[in-house]
């Protein structure tokens, strides 16, 4: 029996078995998510080993390396070992040296790669031009595409920003409403951030059908042959 | 009694004192009681001192102020009582502060004893005749202010125009003023007795005064009106010996001199009071003392008690001659026997002393034989037979004065002592040797003893070494404390019981005696004022003010409040005084003004209030999945026959798509333009799960770059996207002719995130030292040593970066972290990233996204783009293009007819509450 159909045969089980939970929890759709974990995390510790912890501690170590690397080496070993006594104490205060090595790191490195990977280069897109531009051709159509978008995206982002304006002023009644040039404003925005939703809903469902659609391909591709397809 | 001069200092003792009392010096050797010339008596002289010009007694050698030796001053003749007044300026000076308050006080009242009218008076507050007015207050102990203050009250005036002095009188300033007075009285020259003697001689003086000089206090003793200068002793300041003996003293002797009209009640009353109206200490008198023979029964008993000096005063006393009838009593006649300050009418019975037996000074007082009408103050002495010790007690001096007092008869005596009825041993009032001997300056230390001890708020005892005959007396104890006597002046021995060893008026000179009993000065008065008495008027004093009423009535259980939340309660504690309690207002409180709509409100609030009180309704179980199973199993359903009844059904319904986005137009383009010498970067950031969507995006992409002939690293931020890598590599360039470590190879997982991301795009050989399947290359010179990944030493030295990622954080850090590179990022994302990565592809130039490609239908048209795998693709893709198309169009609907289902049913719901509503 060929591993192919072995495996085939196996993913059509336990993709029944995942689908089986349209009927509510039950053992099969259990037995398929722990396996599915188990699989998965020994698949992550097998990859961890042999794609970093041997080639970046161990390989390096035997293979001679610079008086660089061997401090590098040795720090990255330092941290490890100091990584490693939380196993024994999770209090532990030498452990927390490691954690909060790769903690404040990343957070640096995290938020200053937000701040000029997305903050500045959004901002600066929101300057647009709203005047139709000399290479949008003759027709209307083109001319207007510029203008069009750059309007929707300003109003848009504009009226986004609005939206989030939770000022409010006290009304009789003790009811609190927007101030009347914000109010009309920030609906526009709503209806921006509506259809932006809509449109991620739009994209995970489309994604997940893309899912679905590939899992009962793969089924049919599997039993077609069996039924005649 | 014999007085012995001491040959040292020349001042006289009594003989049976072995050192003299002043100096010490030994007595023996002198002559004991030098008496003055038979027969005269000498006069009583005052030697100035030649250096103070201050007066002295003729028998002084030195001088009692400043010591100088008086022989060589002239004596001066002492003055007469009837110029008190420059003596007592000139004196004034040199008496003590206790003779000068008492001095004070004889202005105003010359031996008098006026009891506070409104309080018992003590027997010690002897007005006297005494007073310096010119004493500081701040001098006077608070018992003599008491007596100031008595003494203003009644003031009788002096009869010394009724007691004409036999002798010549000294000048005045040789006679204290508070002798002065009462000097007039007695036979006695005023000027030889000195000041302290003089005190007790007021009384005398006064023996002459009209009946209305007399207090009223004074009624019981005086009911004789034969004999109202027996009496005349105050009962607060007669001594009990003495008030024993004059209270029961027969009236055999009619005053002469006292009408009966003019005389107290007392004195006046009759000659046996009632014994309701009679004093204790007068009843306590007349028992003993009746007038069958008081006398009998007193001297044997007193006589053993008295010490040697006072019998021997005892004796000449008995027979000198009764003071005349009307001389008022004078204390010193009740103190004659207990002290010798009371002793100043002594000069009545000094004539008949032997000149032998008496000193100088009492030598002087001998030779006026002519009875004084003042006299009688010395027959007060006639209470001395109750009190007197016997002879073997008594000093010397006193028997000498018994002695040469015996021979007196029995008519030479007062009218008023005869009617005493007393034998006339016994009626010898006491010696006044003693204390006539020495002024006020030079009185004796046993006399201080006494008038410490008789001090009421002085504690007893002598300032110096008393003298030994006085020791002896004041260890005795005394057989009976009903009289005590705080003063001196007012120390009268209370009637002794037979056999007892202590004359009472020695008792009485302890202070231990005071507060035991204290007789009642006032005849007549009630339990209520004695016990008032009990309290001395410096206690009184101290007494705290009386506590005034409140202003407030006490609150009571039974108030009731009236106004306020709280009227109508009883037991309500009032906050404020009642002044301050509010009125009931004029203005009627009118009733809530409410309107319809607000009963309504209230209403409502109290149904809320209400409702919330009520135990909230269990929530309805959530129904489970076997309670509605038709509806998840229809929207399965319904979801399934979408996805495959059109494939096979209605095959061609949804075609491919036609068009191309401009941003997967533009990834096309950067894949198109990348270098063909460098090798393409594909990220494969999705896992297996995610193959259905993406990997045909991965297919497209790697397609058109093995189509193109680029080498191809792929390596991925999860662990399980380098499996997926591997396949799909190892899937695409094999029908190629790609050949791995040439123009393909998988590094692998890229640990670190951003942190790894960021290590890769500057230092992408420290990031990877081996490839996805642990090969280090070592053989070969390394991973980096492999052809595909020669010359890669950062991210710029990649052709072009192709990230497929269906988190769109994992997009996002591969955008962030590596902008700065100059290498093109392409993005092949799921399309429900698509919307959140698309603003970089948005921002055009700022950006560094080339081109964004999403889900299946990016898919599709890159690869119609791009013309790979064209067949396969196409049967594949347009088989899952229409099942994604039908199960887009199949939510859709499911949407749709979901919520119209559920709007229909809301509205019948409302409808059927309505209906029920309406019902």
């Known amino acids: 029996m060929p591993l192919d159909f072995i495996g085939a045969v196996l993913g059509l089980t336990l993709t029944v078995a995942i689908l089986s939970y349209v009927i509510g929890d039950n053992p099969l759709y259990r037995l398929a998510v722990h396996l599915f974990i188990g699989v998965a995390a020994g698949y992550a510790v097998v990859v961890a080993l042999v794609n970093v912890i041997v080639p970046q501690l161990i390989l390096v170590l035997l293979s001679g390396p610079a008086l660089d690397e061997l401090i590098i080496l040795g720090l990255s070993w330092l941290l490890v070992l100091l990584l490693l006594l939380k196993l024994v104490n999770t209090q532990s205060a030498p452990g927390r040296l490691p954690v909060a090595y790769l903690v404040g790191l990343g957070a640096a490195v995290a938020v200053g790669g937000a701040v000029t990977g997305t903050l500045f280069p959004q901002t600066a897109a929101a300057f647009v031009n709203v005047l139709p531009s000399g290479s949008a051709g003759g027709d209307l159509l083109g001319l207007l595409e510029q203008p069009v978008s750059a309007l929707i995206l300003l109003v848009g982002t504009l009226s986004t920003l609005v939206f989030f304006w939770y000022g409010g002023r006290s009304l009789a009644g003790g009811q609190v409403d927007r101030p009347l040039l914000v109010k009309p404003v920030a609906r526009v925005g709503q209806i921006f951030i509506g259809t932006a939703l809509g449109v991620l809903y739009a994209g995970v469902l489309a994604a997940s059908l893309a899912y679905l659609a590939e899992r009962l391909g793969a089924l049919w591709q599997f039993i077609g042959p069996f039924v005649g397809g | ?919």
């Open chain 2, 1 to 919: 009694m014999a007085v012995i001069r001491c040959p040292s200092c020349g001042k006289p003792n009594p003989e049976f004192l072995d050192l003299c009392q002043y100096c010490d010096q030994p007595l023996k050797d002198a002559v004991a009681g030098q008496p003055p010339a038979e027969g005269t008596i000498r006069k009583s002289l005052i030697i100035r001192c030649p250096n103070c010009d201050k007066p002295n007694p003729d028998f002084l050698e030195t001088c009692q102020f400043c010591a100088t030796p008086l022989k060589g001053g002239a004596p001066v003749a002492a003055p007469t009582p009837e110029a008190p007044a420059p003596a007592g300026e000139s004196a004034e000076a040199e008496l003590p502060d206790w003779l000068q308050a008492l001095r004070g006080e004889a202005v105003a009242s010359e031996g008098t004893f006026v009891p506070p009218a409104s309080e018992a008076t003590h027997d010690w507050e002897w007005t006297g005749d005494t007073g310096a007015a010119a004493s500081p207050a701040d001098d006077i102990p608070d018992w003599l202010k008491s007596l100031q203050a008595d003494t203003t009250e009644a003031a009788p005036p002096p009869a010394t125009p009724a007691a004409p002095a036999p002798l010549t009188p000294e000048p005045a300033e040789a006679v204290p003023d508070w002798l002065a007075e009462p000097a007039a009285a007695p036979a006695e020259p005023a000027g030889d007795l000195p000041d302290w003697l003089r005190t007790p001689t007021g009384p005398l003086a006064e023996a002459a005064e009209p009946a209305e000089a007399v207090p009223d206090w004074l009624p019981g003793p005086a009911a004789a009106p034969s004999e109202p200068a027996a009496p005349a002793e105050p009962a607060g300041d007669l001594p009990d010996w003495l008030k024993a003996a004059t209270g029961p003293l027969p009236p055999a002797e009619p005053a002469p001199a006292k009408p009966a009209d003019e005389l107290p009640d007392w004195l006046s009353g009759g000659a046996t009071p009632a014994a309701g109206d009679l004093p204790d200490w007068l009843k306590s008198a007349t028992g003993p003392l009746g007038a069958a023979g008081a006398a009998a029964a007193l001297e044997p008993a007193t006589a053993g008690d008295l010490p040697d000096w006072l019998k021997s005063a005892t004796g000449p006393l008995s027979e000198s001659a009764a003071p005349p009838a009307g001389s008022p009593p004078s204390v010193s006649s009740t103190a004659a026997s207990a002290s010798p300050f009371a002793l100043g009418a002594d000069d009545e019975a000094a004539p008949a002393l032997p000149a032998e037996g008496l000193p100088d000074w009492l030598q002087d007082l001998a030779p006026s034989e002519s009875p004084a009408p003042s006299g009688p103050a010395l027959s007060a002495s006639a209470p001395l037979p109750a009190v007197l010790p016997g002879p073997e007690d008594e000093p010397d001096f006193l028997n000498d004065l018994r002695g040469t007092a015996s021979p007196v008869a029995e008519e030479e005596q007062p009218d008023w002592l005869k009617s005493l009825g007393l034998p006339q041993e016994a009626e010898a009032p006491a010696p006044a040797t003693a204390p006539l001997a020495t002024s006020g300056e030079e009185e004796p230390d046993w006399m201080r003893a006494l008038r410490a001890e008789s001090a009421p708020s002085v504690e007893p005892g002598p300032a110096e070494p008393e003298p030994d005959w006085m020791a002896d007396l004041r260890t005795t104890e005394p057989s009976d404390r009903s009289g005590p006597a705080v003063s001196p002046f007012a120390a009268g021995p209370a009637p002794a019981a037979p056999g007892t060893e202590e004359p009472d008026w020695l008792a009485a000179l302890r202070p231990a005696a005071m507060p035991e009993s204290r007789p009642a000065s006032a005849p007549g008065a009630g339990a209520d004022e004695l016990a008032q008495g009990e309290m001395p008027s410096w206690l009184a004093a101290m007494r705290p003010v009386d506590i005034q009423q409140p202003a407030l009535e006490p609150e009571v259980d039974e108030y009731q409040e009236t106004v306020g939340v709280l009227a109508g309660m009883r037991g309500v504690l009032r906050a404020e005084p009642s002044v301050v309690l509010p009125g009931k207002s004029a203005t009627q409180v009118h009733a809530l003004a409410y309107a319809e709509g607000h009963v309504k409100q209230a209403e409502l609030l109290a149904g809320m209030l209400l409702s919330d009180r009520e135990a909230a309704p269990p929530a309805k179980r959530r129904a489970g999945l076997a309670a509605a199973p038709w509806e998840r199993w229809l929207v399965s359903l319904i979801l399934l026959l979408g996805l495959l009844v059109p494939p096979f059904v209605l095959q061609g319904l949804f075609p491919l798509p036609s068009t191309l986005p401009a941003e997967t137009l533009a990834a096309f383009q950067a894949l198109e333009a990348a270098p063909a010498g460098k090798p393409v970067l594909v990220a494969f950031d999705y896992e297996p799960s995610q193959a259905g969507e993406l990997e045909p995006l991965a297919e497209a992409l790697v397609g058109h770059a093995v189509r193109r002939g680029l080498p191809i690293v792929t390596l991925s931020t999860g662990l399980t996207g380098a499996g997926v890598a591997q396949e799909t590599l190892t899937r695409l360039t094999v029908a190629e002719g790609y050949s791995e470590t040439v123009t393909h190879l998988n590094l692998g997982y890229l640990p670190g995130g951003p942190l790894g991301l960021l290590q890769f795009a500057r230092f992408p050989r420290l990031a990877f030292r081996a490839d996805f399947a642990g090969r280090d290359f070592s053989a070969q010179g390394g991973l980096w040593a492999q052809p595909v990944l020669r010359g890669i030493n950062s991210l710029d030295d990649f052709g072009l970066v192709i990230v497929i990622s269906a988190a769109p954080d994992d997009a996002r850090a591969w955008l962030e972290q590596t902008q700065g590179s100059a290498t093109p990022l392409v993005l092949a994302v799921s399309a429900g990233t698509a919307p959140l990565v698309r603003s970089y592809y948005e921002a055009g130039s700022s950006g560094r996204l080339a081109g964004l490609v999403n889900g299946l239908a990016g898919a599709m048209q890159y690869q119609r783009q791009a013309g790979v795998y064209r067949e396969v693709a196409t049967e594949t893709l347009q088989l899952r293009w229409e099942m994604v198309g039908s199960g887009l169009l199949t939510v859709a609907l499911l949407l749709v007819l979901g919520n119209l289902f559920h709007g229909v049913r809301q509205a019948l719901v409302r409808s059927a509450g309505r209906g029920r509503g309406r019902a």
